[in-house]
């Protein structure tokens, strides 16, 4: 049975008539470039997070780099982030000519640990960016608190988790200065292509990002500040909003997903109804943890991905691929062991976590169509793989 990492084929078959209509629209108009799609989908994306100023962007990456751009971090100035996490977390800051400052991950979800933040901060400290990796929330409360007491700005890179709640019932990417969500195609929210958007409370900040999303130009051929090309294509937005009103009951789906993986990895003796087994008891699994699942709000966690422990990671990759299981590393690298980061002379041992992370996390497919026998179909092979280990 083929189980695919992510098929995008079915969300598409299932929408397509409206999309293609969407489309279609778009190039009848032959109006690429911003306009009416891109307006409306920053006011419904307000509605749907409840906040006040939202701003499409051509990225994810280019949301991280434009909120980074209105804060007026500079060349020197330190911004805190996790060591696990997509590169552009890290890159964006680095691109500034800023310094990009690692911190350790949490060992049960992977988000940026809040007791090792402070320890980092030093004169030259701007801000601090939590990521909320995989769908879960960082976590906040504590975040904002050193943030305040410290008079640093905090930028939420929320590209794997737009729809997340945090425990306090607020979406994530509306509760630091700015958020950032991506449109990457395999993201919840996937457009046909890159697309992002930034997120704010603070209108005189959504107001001076509109502008640089444009070079910074207000108004035209008047420029007052740097700024890019950082737009939103029409068509991306026209597709965007066709999805939007979807995208609740497929991270659902994503969630009903992640219950069946544990039910049957309990089943098959890999966990136990906690799924938190560890190493040192041979051949078990760790499953993900939601930890907001008691806090009585649906979107807990939005699954963008569903990231299994175990021990032998590597052979347990080979032979589910040669079952044809799609599943990948997120990540293999943390940021302190990055080539291009090694000017920074990042001491390896400060990151326990994360390297160890690195070594023993696998994402398994967790797409909203996947059928329950295909879900099986990988538990099943997972189990077999271990008892062959442990032979
Ligand atoms: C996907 C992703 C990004 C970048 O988004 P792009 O749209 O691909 O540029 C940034 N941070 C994290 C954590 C991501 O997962």
């Known amino acids: 049975m083929k189980v695919p990492l992510l098929d995008l084929k079915p969300q598409y078959q299932s929408l397509k008539k409206e999309i293609d209509e969407a489309i279609q629209r778009v190039v009848d108009s032959q109006y690429f470039i911003m306009g009416p799609d891109v307006a409306k989908l920053e006011e419904e994306i307000c509605n749907y997070l409840d906040c006040k100023k939202a701003v499409g962007v051509s990225s994810g990456t280019d949301a991280l780099l434009l909120a980074l751009m209105a804060l007026e971090i500079q060349p020197g100035d330190e911004v805190i982030v996790p060591t696990y996490s997509f590169f552009a977390t890290a890159g964006a ?90 449109f990457f195609p395999s993201k919840n929210l996937g457009g046909f292509g890159d697309g992002g958007i930034v997120t ?67 089943e098959a003796g890999l966990a136990t109804e906690e799924g938190m087994l560890v190493f040192d008891s041979q051949n078990k699994v760790l499953l993900p943890k939601a930890v907001y699942k008691t806090s009585g709000f649906k979107n807990h966690h939005i699954y963008n991905q569903y990231i299994i422990r175990v021990e032998n990671r590597d052979s347990l990759i080979n032979y589910l691929r040669q079952k044809e299981i799609g599943c990948e590393i997120y990540y293999p690298v943390p940021f302190h062991r990055q080539e291009c980061f090694a000017y920074l002379k990042c001491k390896d041992e400060d990151y326990p976590v994360s390297n160890n992370a690195a070594t023993s996390s696998i994402a398994l497919p967790i797409y909203s169509e996947l059928s329950n026998e295909q879900i099986k179909f990988v538990v099943d092979s997972i189990a077999e793989f271990m008892k062959a280990e442990s032979k």
Not at 119 to 135: C, D, M, N, Q
Not at 142 to 161: G, H, P, R, S, T
């Open 93 to 182: 800051v680095a691109r500034l000519n800023a310094v990009p400052v690692f911190v350790d991950c949490d060992p049960v979800t992977f988000n940026i640990d809040p007791n090792k933040i402070e320890e980092k901060i030093t004169s030259r400290t701007r801000a601090i960016i939590p990521v909320h990796l995989y769908g879960q929330s960082a976590r906040m409360n504590e975040i904002m608190k050193i943030a305040n007491k410290n008079n640093l700005f905090v930028i939420e890179d929320a590209a794997q988790a737009i729809g997340t709640q945090y425990k306090n019932g607020k979406f994530v990417g509306t509760i630091g200065d700015i958020g950032c969500f991506s």
């Open 200 to 266: 704010t409370n603070n209108e005189a900040l959504g107001e001076k990002m509109r502008i640089q999303r444009v070079h910074g130009m207000e108004p035209k051929y008047y420029h007052k500040m740097m700024g890019g090309n950082f737009r939103l294509d029409a068509l991306q937005a026209a597709v965007l909003r066709v999805k939007l009103p979807h995208l609740d009951s497929w991270s659902a789906k994503r969630r009903e997903n992640a219950d069946t993986y544990s039910k049957y990895f309990v």
